[in-house]
Every structure is written in C-alpha cells, then in structure tokens.
T-cell receptor, first 113, second 114 residues
C-alpha cells in the first residue's frame, strides 16, 4: 500500500538553528499538509499546499515557517530559527483530491535544546 | 468556526468489554467530513473511518462501529469486545468547506487491561 514517507524520524537541534523536515507524499496525490503535535496535546493543523502554493495556513504558521515542493516529489517544512516551543511531532499528510481521506506519514519528532 | 469535542480524556476497560468513545462537533457548513484516527504508543496516526455529512448510515467494520447523528452533532465510535491492542489515543476530526484541513479533537486515551 502506498505510504507517505517522512525523514528523519527524530531530529535534535539547537535553539536558533534552521531545520528542514522532509516528506515524500504519495505520488498521485495533489494536496499536501503539515500538522504538529506537541507532546501530550492534540494534533494541530499548520499548512496546506496545492498547485505549488499555500492554500491555507493556521495562526501557528508564522514567518518562521515555510514550505516547499522543490522537485515534484519532496514536500518540505522549514523552520528558520527554532525555539524550544517548536519541539513536537510533525506529521506530513497527503490526499489525491478534496473528497478523499488523508494519508499521514509516521512523523518526525523534533527536539529543540 | 469548527470545533471538535471529545469530553472523555481517558477511559479504562477490561478486555472483552465494549467501549464507546464520544465525539461532538460544531460547524456552520452543511457539507463536512468526519474522521476517526487511532494513535498507538508508537505515535503514527492510523486512519479508521471517514463519513460525509450526507451519509447518516451507521457503519460497522469488524469490532468497530460508528454512530453518526446529525441531530445531536455527534459521531461516536464503539469498540466491541475490546482487546489490549486497542489501547491507544483515539482522535475525532472534522473538515468542512470553511477549513478543508482537519480540525482534531483533544483525543481520548483508551487503556484496555488484560
């Protein structure tokens, strides 16, 4: 069964450093998403991406965050200058169209120290 | 604005008991989708079900069943004859035409004791 692949599974970074989280969505999917889950809390929407542009973003997704689909297969989330409160599990998701369900990756656990 | 409420923070049952997880949602849209996801201790999000607002038929899949009631804005999830492997956090989620991305509830942690 096709999967959404996220790398790395765990990343530790120092406060103030830039990080890039990588995702390979399912190949025929057109809609891409990033969600975040702070430890012990619910899953929160960050951003959706369609047709090479952001289609929707939450209030969490401020100027420190950016997304990119650089080569037609990868979908990346960049955090420019990480803060301690960015420590969380980050999930990538994709779906083929708006009527279908979402397929989530297994997540990247980001720890900012 | 959308909202999903899962009032049960944690439920503990003994194996083979039936258990119902409650989900109440709010949306102004007439077209929306409701989801349930399972998050086992390993952390991934496992899709369980998706229903659209025009389909109020209840659904059964093995030991799992879902009760969708538009009149009470509820989409409850029942596990029959629970097993230890059902232990996880279960999330109810909503998407509508206003926000197409998922809005998650706060989750219900289910502990099934042997």
């Amino acid at each position: 069964e096709p999967e959404v692949t996220q790398t790395p599974s765990h990343q530790v970074t120092q406060m103030g450093q830039e990080v890039i989280l990588r995702c390979v969505p399912i190949s025929n999917h057109l809609y891409f998403y990033w969600y975040r889950q702070i430890l012990g809390q619910k899953v929160e929407f960050l951003v959706s991406f369609y047709n090479n542009e952001i289609s929707e973003k939450s209030e969490i997704f401020d100027d420190q965050f950016s997304v990119e689909r650089p080569d037609g297969s990868n979908f990346t989330l960049k955090i420019r200058s990480t803060k301690l409160e960015d420590s969380a599990m980050y999930f990538c998701a994709s779906r083929p169209n708006r009527e279908n369900g979402y397929t989530f990756g297994s997540g990247t656990r980001l720890t900012v120290v | 604005a959308q909202k999903v409420t899962q009032a049960q923070t944690e439920i503990s049952v003994v194996e083979k008991e039936d258990v119902t997880l409650d989900c109440v949602y709010e949306t102004r849209d007439t077209t929306y989708y409701l989801f349930w996801y399972k998050q086992p201790p390993s952390g991934e999000l496992v899709f369980l079900i998706r229903r659209n607002s025009f389909d109020e038929q209840n659904e059964i899949s093995g030991r799992y069943s879902w009760n969708f009631q538009k009149s009470t804005s509820s989409f409850n999830f029942t596990i029959t004859a629970s097993q230890v492997v059902d232990s996880a956090v279960y999330y109810c989620a909503l998407s509508d035409t206003g926000r197409r991305a998922l809005t998650f509830g706060s989750g219900t942690r289910l502990q099934v004791q042997p």
